[in-house]
T-cell receptor, first 114, second 112 residues
């Protein structure tokens, strides 16, 4: 079975600084997708970024970028120029290609210090 | 507005009662999903459906049932057989199983 591990239960960063959230996963599949979701206090899950395993280029979405290391099975999220609105739980998620639902990590609570 | 709606936001039930959580989407998505979230945990997959009248068990389907009679709707019934039903329940949908999932606002179920 696939597993997703987020080793940082909580991270804190100063506003305007950069922070990196870690995620590792375990799979024997070659075709899969990786995601980062944000869950603010409202508890709405919001898609931040996605990465296809077959793509070597790291995905970016404005201030959010990933460092995808396929051989190491690592998928970290970098948030640049952190803003107060970035404060939330961040979940790393995995899905096999073309099949079923998502497997989530336990999340990292990101605190933004003003 | 296109989106996913879940109602109600908060739901209270007595132990031993079945309860049905609503999930509706107007995104014309084919696939729909139900997840459960417990404190300090990530989401866990309960059931998913790729097309109308078809659905598959996820990782924690015991004590739950679903139906998919319409493309737009995927209700989840929490039965009295579910040992620990108190949780936050999230519904999601995607254009197909291969695409990213979008989530509804969730329903907080408390069973006492």
């Amino acid at each position: 079975a696939q597993t997703v591990t987020q080793s940082q239960p909580e991270m804190s960063v100063q506003e305007a600084e950069t922070v990196t959230l870690s995620c590792t996963y375990d799979t024997s599949e070659s075709d899969y997708y990786l995601f980062w979701y944000k869950q603010p206090p409202s508890r709405q899950m919001i898609l931040v970024i996605r990465q296809e395993a077959y793509k070597q280029q790291n995905a970016t979405e404005n201030r959010f970028s990933v460092n995808f290391q396929k051989a190491a099975k690592s998928f970290s999220l970098k948030i640049s120029d952190s803003q107060l609105g970035d404060a939330a739980m961040y979940f790393c998620a995995y899905r096999r290609g073309g099949a079923d639902g998502l497997t989530f990590g336990k999340g990292t609570h990101l605190i933004i210090q003003p | 507005d296109g989106g996913i709606t879940q109602s109600p936001k908060y739901l209270f039930r007595k132990e031993g009662q079945n309860v049905t959580l609503s999930c509706e989407q107007n995104l014309n998505h084919d696939a729909m999903y139900w997840y459960r979230q417990d404190p300090g945990q990530g989401l866990r997959l309960i059931y998913y459906s790729q097309i109308v009248n078809d659905f598959q068990k996820g990782d924690i389907a015991e004590g739950y049932s679903v139906s998919r009679e319409k493309k737009e709707s995927f209700p989840l019934t929490v039965t009295s057989a579910q040992k620990n039903p108190t949780a936050f329940y999230l519904c999601a949908s995607s254009k197909s199983l291969a695409r990213e999932q979008y989530f509804g606002p969730g329903t907080r179920l408390t069973v006492t």
